[in-house]
T-cell receptor, first 111, second 110 residues
């Protein structure tokens, strides 16, 4: 069965640079979620999209933005990166607000 | 948001032992999921269980929605069961975004 795809899997950036993370949800899933997991922490919700429209926001910094495109893939854009942005970023998708399926994550390291 | 408390925070077992992990939550939920995060960071879906009981091999889970708790049972533990187990819940007030507990870190020794 198709799973959630995220790219890249690993990313190294310097402070003040920008990064773009991509997510391809499971086909026919109508909702995409982004989560951030810092070292030793639990995942924290950032933002979600329902049928390509932003539906909810969590603890997403103003330096971050996201969108969902017509083909349902989503991108998380992160600017002016800080050391504290180093984390594992997960994308998840679901249908009818049911079970969420997580991608393998993108590990971002900011140096 | 919904508060999620997991216990115990840490657990060390010898291979073959059984264990029970608990998840308490503060509000009614539409979604409750158990995950296993492996040493490589992958979040693996174990159960989608907003209510009732499910079993999958050596693992089973029970959610008592009216009392706002869920239990994850691991039987005959194996070293590959090591990792962090997360409980996560959601409802319409959270926009259906998952609120995670702090996790139970499990180490199974040979």
């Amino acid at each position: 069965a198709a799973g959630v795809i995220q790219s890249p899997r690993h990313l190294i950036k310097e402070k003040r640079e920008t990064a773009t993370l991509k997510c391809y949800p499971i086909p026919r899933h109508d909702t995409v979620y982004w989560y951030q997991q810092g070292p030793g922490q639990d995942p924290q919700f950032l933002i979600s999209f329902y049928e390509k429209m932003q539906s909810d926001k969590g603890s997403i910094p103003d330096r971050f933005s996201a969108q969902q495109f017509s083909d349902y893939h989503s991108e998380l854009n992160m600017s002016s990166l800080e050391l504290g942005d180093s984390a594992l970023y997960f994308c998840a998708s679901s249908s009818n607000f049911g079970e969420q399926y997580f991608g393998p994550g993108t590990r971002l390291t900011v140096t | 948001g919904i508060q999620v408390e997991q216990s115990p925070p840490d657990l060390i077992l010898q291979e073959g032992a059984n264990s029970t992990l608990r998840c308490n939550f503060s509000d009614s939920v539409n979604n409750l999921q158990w995950f296993h995060q492996n040493p490589w960071g992958q979040l693996i879906n174990l159960f989608y269980i907003p209510s009732g009981t499910k079993q999958n091999g050596r693992l089973s889970a029970t959610t008592v929605a009216t009392e706002r708790y869920s239990l994850l049972y691991i039987s005959s533990s194996q070293t590959t069961d090591s990792g962090v187990y997360f409980c996560a819940v959601a409802n319409s007030n959270s926009g259906y975004a998952l609120n995670f507990g702090k996790g139970t870190s499990l180490l199974v020794t040979p």
